[in-house]
């Protein structure tokens, strides 16, 4: 199995800057932008609608997703796969993409992977493209979480639960430095990935209180047994005492992580 990096371009951040929905320059809307897939479902629908006014081609596929040396690498995979793998949307349409599993995730396990969504070359008309100039295709980067049974981490229409029976990350963080700068290393020692954004240090679970605000939105994943690291703004670093805070999902109140002992 072929490992994978550097896939993270275009419209990577489109799942920090619009939680439910992505829409890229080429008037392409992508929803839902975060996928799971549980024990008892078989997969999950994406949904890609043109607001364009000219007819999009799209491929669709899915990698495996690890993080090894606190780097994200993807490697082509079967587990899930996506149908149709290409869609031509008409301008005003929408088309269904299922994600279906074909493994049985083990119990107490997550499995990582990325929904990959390009745009393929000669999407616009051709009397169009000789006055575009430089065309560019934009590629969407969208998680996908396959939960083992015992697990959950995202709330269902078709079910009511307790929100304090979900699974979550156990994170802990410190400080390391390399390349003359210090940065945040965050260690996930649960059995399922953390989301992290709105990462800040303060007294209180306050963002406008904040002391030392890392991101006002997402900053990153950290995937179970793995550890990630992202810099601290130029010669800042919290005062003592201070608390690391951070969302773990959207519209949720700010967590206390705990520094590493």
């Known amino acids: 199995m072929k490992l994978k990096t550097g896939l993270l371009f275009c419209a990577l951040w489109l799942t920090a800057l619009c939680p439910q929905f992505a829409l890229a320059a080429s008037s392409v809307l992508v929803w839902p932008v975060y996928q799971v897939i549980e024990a ?26 690890q993080q090894q040396d606190q780097r994200d690498r993807y490697a082509d995979q079967q587990d899930v796969i996506a149908s149709p793998p290409f869609a031509t949307v008409e301008p005003g349409k929408r088309q269904l993409i299922r994600l279906m599993r074909t493994v049985t995730v083990p119990a ?52 009511k639960r307790d929100a304090s029976t979900a699974t979550r990350p156990q994170l802990s963080w410190t400080f390391s430095q390399r390349e003359g700068k210090t940065w ?39 995937l179970p ?35 590493a002992n």
């Not at 999950?44 to 607001?51: G, I, K």
């Open 40 to 65: 008892d479902q078989q997969g999950s629908a994406l949904w890609l609608e043109n607001r364009g006014s000219y007819p999009v081609s799209l491929q669709v596929r899915v990698l495996g997703w």
């Open 184 to 222: 945040l290393t965050v260690r996930n020692q649960g059995v399922v990935h953390a989301r992290l954004s709105n990462v800040f240090w303060g007294s209180s679970n306050k963002p406008e209180q904040a002391s030392l605000r890392l991101s006002e939105g997402f900053l990153g994943y950290v």
């Open 108 to 159: 107490g396990r997550e499995q990582s992977y990325r929904i990959v969504i390009d745009e393929l070359p000669g999407s616009l008309p051709k009397e169009m493209q000789e006055h575009a100039g430089l065309q560019l295709q934009m590629r969407y980067l969208l998680p996908l979480f396959l939960d083992g049974e015992g697990l959950w981490t995202q709330e269902r229409t078709d079910r």
């Open 225 to 259: 047994g793995q550890k990630m690291s992202f810099p601290l703004p130029a010669k800042r670093q919290p005062s003592g005492g201070q608390t690391l805070y951070a969302q773990l999902a959207d519209n949720t109140t700010p967590v206390a992580i705990q520094a």
